[in-house]
């Protein structure tokens, strides 16, 4: 197996040229690897392994039927390498990746209703209060302050 | 060995040596003898097994003369009441709760919904409960297969015509029909055909009609005829085109109209102002008082969160039953609009300035020891609490002024004799009244709760009614005397017609507006109507007719605190004004370099003369003791928050005092009861009424003489009196749709 990466690899600086090879290597996540075993398990695994579809975010999904423990045979790999996490699945692969149905996302978008179908948002819980969602009562929203339930009495107005 | 054998020895008893002292030798007793003592002694006693019940929702039975007491049989119970009563009375005190529809208690009888049909023994068919007279030894039975079946029917009819719109109805969750149906109804109709449907009819902007929904169960005909005196609803059409109506479209102009929402069983007659605002099982209710006349009628306010949603009444049999009039079922929305939420202080280019509470306190503490103690005034608005009239009442003291007051009260108001200005009879006891003498007063819009008493009275037995005033309009009967104090003196020496229905009545009631408190001959109408009093026998020590019907919540807890000023002209030389809430006092005279602090929640008159306004909170953000014209301190509860930066009117005052260096020696509201109770210690009673000790008749001999001014109408427009219902939309819009003349 290690030959099969090391001739894919050669063959790839030989087509492409040694710089280019470097940088999709990066955008590729390889050199992430190095630091986290989560990506590289996922790189190994991806070896042999077939890419079933791409969603719109650009996560890969990977399904690999034969010498694989059942239940263990889909998976996804994130297009963000760094601070990837399970709510940026969308809805429409969820279901696939977590063996809730056998259609694939993209035949799910299919179904996706064209006039109220909300986009998919990941969870940015603990990335800054900015991103989440207050109501207008709540005390970290800017514009909670601006509204009453009484109407107050207009000083500028004379008799 | 068998089972039966088996079971026998083990049943068997030890012959225990012990156990023989307990075996009983068979003997034999006479009654056992004859077979029909021993079916006597079988049979149990019907009362003696069952579990006792208690009567519905607490009823009493109160026995005229106790040898008119029947029995009856209620499913088996035997229960004692007074000739008259009828079955489904009878059942309430046995404590079984017929279902009803068109029956209600302070109406006439109607029969027409069917609801409370139960069986009675040797009766061929099911009986309407509510319109059947018990009669000695009946035996009722209420939950028969016969009776069940007959409601189940009688719910299926109703049902077969009722739209099934209950997720958009306002009366959802709180609708008999709704309830009723739960629990007596089938679960399942038969009805396949088209439903009827009503056109809706407009009765207004207090009421919202869906016709649709209506079961004609005629409480609202019965309800404006009776209690509140207007033929304007009727029945039309029979059969399945029958329609509750006013016959050609017209509004409904009674002041106590608000209250058919609260007896329509179903979602027909509901409350347009709070038509889809919010569910009733969402709201908080808060037992609280009604300041917005002297009656002090019992309320309910409904809140959700910070907002007052709706106001209903509440049971008291002394002041209100269990009506309100419209102004205080719908002012409430006044409560949203022309708040006062900052402290302002008026700039030297004339415009207010929101600025802290320190800065404000400071100002008018800088203000108040540059005048002279006797420059200094204060006025308590309407609505005044008595903890606050109190707590301005000591600062003023402490500052060295005396004169304080109370709006409505009139310059030279009388308060060394407490029966001089609350109503001595008592609201209730106006129904024991049989001739009336209504002096400068209209009850109807004066205190509608009060007229709706003497509409009841008059009704039931036939009492007249005489009154003295400007031409208005009554829903009695009524002999109008005269406009002006002449035909009171006239009745007074004698002279009137009416002076002899007076002398002939059993208990004559005399009602005296306080509208005459702002004359100037005040006294001396005072002393005629007392002379009409003595020679007609009006006080008595078993009845006291003389009454005086005040205009404002805040009157009569003034009066009794001593909030009498030291001179009728003092605002023409003051230089220091508090205005208290104090919207109608007339400021023409103020000299222009007087400083007015006006203490308020609305923004109406008395803030346009003020130099700093400082928030306070209205009554249903408070606690606060109010008496009602009768005599009768109750409190209200704060219901919703302050808006704003606004506070108690006790504490502002209490904190001015301790900027000012008089520092008032009470910080709880518990400290400023216990001052009052130095003062006027009835205002503690609360929910008593508390009668006047002394009569008129210790009140020296006065010398002025009537003028011949007439009488004026103390109140222009029903709706709005005070600041809260003059900034209320609804009270606009009834002003100007309901008193088109």
Redesign the interface.
Known sequence: MASTVVKGALKAIREKGFGTFLRELREEGYTKCLLDGNLLQTKIHNIGATLVGVDKFGNKYYQRLEDMQYGRHRWVEYAEKGRYNASQVPPEWHGWLHFITDHTGDELLMLKPKRYGAEHKENLSGEGEEYIYHSKGHALNPGQKDW?????????K?? | MGLGLLASRVLRPQTNPRNLLLLRSIVTKPELQSPEASAAAAAPDPTSDLPPRTPVAGARVHFPNPDDAIEVFVDGYPVKIPKGMTVLQACEVAGVDIPRFCYHSRLSIAGNCRMCLVEVEKSPKPVASCAMPALPGMKIKTDTPVAKKAREGVMEFLLMNHPLDCPICDQGGECDLQDQSMAFGSDRGRFTEMKRSVVDKNLGPLVKTVMTRCIQCTRCVRFATEIAGVQDLGMLGRGSGEEIGTYVEKLMTSELSGNVIDICPVGALTSKPFAFKARNWELKGTESIDVTDAVGSNIRIDSR???VMRVVPRLNEDINEEWISDKTRFFYDG????????P?IRGADG???AVSWRDALAVVAEVIHQVKPEEIVGVAGKLSDAESMMALKDFLNKMGSNNVWCEGNGPTPNADLRSEYIMNTSISGLENADVFLLVGTQPRVEAAMVNARICKTVRASNAKVGYIGPPTDFNYDCEHLGTGPQTLVEIAEGRHPFFSTILNAKSPAIIVGAGIFERTDKDAIFSTVEAIAKKGNVVRPDWNGFNVLLLNAAQAAALDLGLVPESGNSLESAKFVYLMGSDDVNLDKLPKDAFVVYQGH??D?G??HANVILPAAAFTEKEGTYENTEGCAQQTLPAVPT??DARDDWKIVRALSEVAGVRLPYDTIGAVRSRIRNVAPNLLNLDEREPATFGASLKPEGTQNVSSTPFKAAIENFYMTDPVTKASKIMAQCSALLLKK
């Not at chain 1, 009453?148 to 500028?156: D, E, G, L, N, S």
């Not at chain 2, 409560?335 to 900052?342: A, E, P, Y």
Request: proline share 9%.
């Open positions: 009453t339930r009484y109407q107050p009495w207009q000083p500028a004379s008799e | 969160g910070p907002e409560l949203k609009r022309q708040r006062l939420n900052d302002m415009l207010f300035k609305h923004g008159h803030v346009y808006v704003g």
